[in-house]
């Protein structure tokens, strides 16, 4: 394989992509944050960092982080829609279970070439989001809906999951497992527990999340029914 000069390492695709997250959460990406993310020594991303910005894709802030340049920011785009849709091709076409697929497309991601994407793209009829909910960068302008952090719902209050944004196998095979699915209905019991833990019913189940846990996790709430609507029998 030929590397072209100035092209783009996987490497540095990956580090894009962890700034461009952390950026989208807190506003700017903090060293110690991409190093973490990266499971990476902060005095080894220092380096990195440095090169990204000799290369115009991230300007640095004193004491604040980093953000990425326009050019830095279509290259995260882009892996990231790599990402999503390589995450749908594992699902939808090779019936990979959704719990799995996040790995192996963080390996396929960095071998889409832009044409190889447009024809996925084509293949897979513009999908709106992978199979967890999140966003593919330009993908089909379907209708926007309304999600909203299974946090900001109180006691009493339940929704429909359709957004999970962590995708590590570790938890989604625990969420499978407790039948916590994109589409399940959910529940918010108590919150506030020890530890700040949060009671949630699913189906017949009552299961307990850690607030992590549950930050990860975007519902669709269901409003209340206006007084006087009798429940259907
Ligand atoms: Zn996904």
Partial sequence: MVLRKGSISNEVEEYLKVIYKLERKTGFAKTLEIAKQLRLSPGSVTNTIENLEKRNLIVHKLYRGVKLTDKGKKIALAVIKKHRLSERLLTDVLGMDWSQVHEAACKLEHGISDEVLRLLERFLEYPATCPHGNPIPGGSK?????????????PGEKGIIVKITEERKEVLEYFERIGLTLGSLIRVEEKNLADGLIKVGIGEAEVYLTPRLTSIINVKRIRKKSEGDKPLS
């Fill in 142 to 154: 379907g209708v926007k809906e309304e999600t909203e952090p299974l946090l900001d719902l109180e």
